[in-house]
C-alpha cells in the first residue's frame, strides 16, 4: 500500500478519551497496510497544561521582554509533548512508534522565529524507521534554522508541517483531523444545516482560509497546491469521509461563505478619481490589501484600529475626507471562475436588499465577492446569502 501523513489537532490529542479516537485512525491505516507518519498539535487550548499559549504564559508572568529565540523553545514543547503520549500509546496496541521532534524529522526553517518557513525537509530519518515499520509520530509547527535554533512556524504550522512532511515523502494522501466533519458551505454555528462538501479545489480553499474560514490554514493547502498532493479533511470522532481538497473543483455555484467580524473600515471620499497610484497606497494601508468600493464609487479599506493615525495623515496625501466606520464585518461568498460573477452579485445584492441589508461596500472578483456590513447584521447576511444558494 501507499503513505499516508495523519494530522491531529489540539482537540484531538487533548484528552485520553480522544487520543483513543486518534488512536483508532492510525491503527486502521496500519492495518490496511499503510506506511503512517502522524503529525500532532500540542495538547488543548490556554489554560489546558501543556497548551502553546499555556507555556508561553509561563514567560509572560516574568514581566519584561521575552527573547523570540526563547519564546520559541518553550512553544515547541507542547508538541513534543503530544508527539510522545501518541507515539506511547501506539505501542501499548503492540505496534512499533518513533517519536520525533521537528528538528529530528529535518525540518529545516528560516530564523524567522514566531512565524518561521520550511526550506527544505531531510527526510532520511523518517524514511529509516518506516522500513523499520514504525509508525512515525513527528511534533508539528516546529523546525531548526541552519544554526540548529529551534523555530515555530505561526498559525496553521501543524497543517503546513504535515503537509511539507507529505510532499517531500511523496505521501499518498495527507489526512488532516480536526474536530468537524470536514469543510462546510459557512460555519455550522451560524448555520446549523450547512451542507458539508465532498470536494474542494485548491483555489475555493485557498480563498475561503484567507477570507476567515479557520478549518485549514492558507499556507498549509498552499503548500498542497505546490506538491500536488491531495488533502482530506474529516473529522477524528466520526467516520465520515470529510472534504477532499485536490485539483477538482466542487459541483458548487456557491462553494463557500465566509465570515469575519470586529473591523475598523476606513471610507475615503474625493470629488476626482482616484489615480492608480492612490489606488496603491489604499491597498498599502489596508489588511487584507483589498479596495472595496460603495454604490457612489468612493473607497473603502479596512484596518487596524491602531493605524487611523496613518489612515488620517493619507486621506491629506490623497486630499481626499476618510470617515471611520466602526464594528464592520466582511462576508465572502466564493463561487466558480466559470459562472457570471455580475450574475451572482445580482443575486446577491438583491437577497440582502429583500431583507433591509445595507451593504456599505463591496469588491466583486471573478471567483468571489466580499461584501462589508455593520456587526450586528453579519449573521444575518450570511444566512440569507445561504439561503438565497441553498434553500
Do not use: W
Amino acid at each position: 500500500m501507499g503513505l499516508i501523513v495523519q494530522k491531529f489537532g489540539g482537540t484531538s490529542v487533548k484528552s485520553a478519551e480522544s487520543r483513543k479516537a486518534v488512536l483508532g485512525h492510525i491503527l486502521k491505516a496500519k492495518e490496511q497496510g499503510h506506511d503512517v507518519v502522524v503529525v500532532v498539535s500540542a495538547m488543548g487550548r490556554r489554560g489546558d497544561p501543556y497548551a502553546t499559549d499555556t507555556l508561553i504564559d509561563l514567560l509572560r508572568e516574568q514581566g519584561g521582554k521575552i527573547n523570540p529565540k526563547t519564546q520559541d523553545l518553550i512553544m515547541s514543547c507542547g508538541e513534543i509533548i503530544s508527539a510522545c503520549v501518541m507515539a506511547t500509546y501506539i505501542e501499548a496496541q503492540g505496534v512499533k512508534a518513533e517519536a520525533m521532534t521537528g528538528f529530528q524529522a529535518g525540518i529545516l526553517t528560516t530564523e524567522d522565529f514566531g512565524n518561521a518557513d520550511i526550506i527544505k525537509v531531510y527526510p532520511e530519518q523518517i524514511m529509516e524507521k518506516l522500513k523499520e515499520g514504525k509508525v512515525v509520530v513527528v511534533a508539528g509547527f516546529q523546525g531548526r534554522t541552519e544554526k540548529n535554533d529551534i523555530t515555530t512556524l505561526g498559525r496553521g504550522g501543524s497543517d503546513t508541517t504535515a503537509v511539507v512532511l507529505g510532499g517531500y515523502l511523496k505521501a499518498d494522501l495527507v489526512e488532516i483531523y480536526t474536530d468537524v466533519p470536514g469543510i462546510a458551505v459557512t460555519d455550522p454555528r451560524l448555520v446549523p444545516e450547512a451542507q458539508f462538501i465532498p470536494r474542494l479545489s485548491y483555489e475555493e480553499t485557498i480563498t475561503l482560509a484567507e477570507n476567515g474560514a479557520k478549518v485549514i490554514h492558507p499556507r498549509a493547502v498552499k503548500a498542497a497546491r505546490e506538491f500536488d498532493l491531495k488533502l482530506r479533511i474529516k473529522s477524528t470522532f466520526d467516520e465520515s469521509e470529510g472534504t477532499l481538497v485536490g485539483p477538482e473543483r466542487s459541483d458548487l455555484i456557491v462553494s463557500g461563505i465566509s465570515l469575519t467580524r470586529d473591523f475598523t473600515a476606513a471610507r475615503y471620499e474625493r470629488e476626482k478619481t482616484f489615480s492608480d497610484d492612490y489606488v496603491k497606497k489604499l491597498q498599502g494601508l489596508g489588511i487584507d490589501k483589498v479596495i472595496y468600493e460603495d454604490d457612489a464609487g468612493q473607497k473603502l479599506v479596512l484596518i487596524n484600529e491602531e493605524d487611523k493615525d496613518a489612515a488620517g495623515s493619507l486621506a491629506n496625501e490623497l486630499n481626499a475626507e476618510v470617515t471611520f466606520l466602526e464594528s464592520m464585518s466582511k462576508v465572502t461568498v466564493v463561487y466558480k471562475d466559470t459562472v457570471c460573477s455580475k450574475a451572482v452579485d445580482e443575486k446577491i445584492a438583491s437577497s440582502l436588499s429583500q431583507q433591509d441589508i445595507p451593504v456599505l461596500a463591496k469588491k466583486v472578483q471573478t471567483n468571489f465577492s466580499s461584501y462589508i456590513v455593520k456587526n450586528d447584521l453579519a449573521e444575518k447576511c450570511v444566512k440569507v446569502i445561504y439561503k438565497a444558494y441553498f434553500n
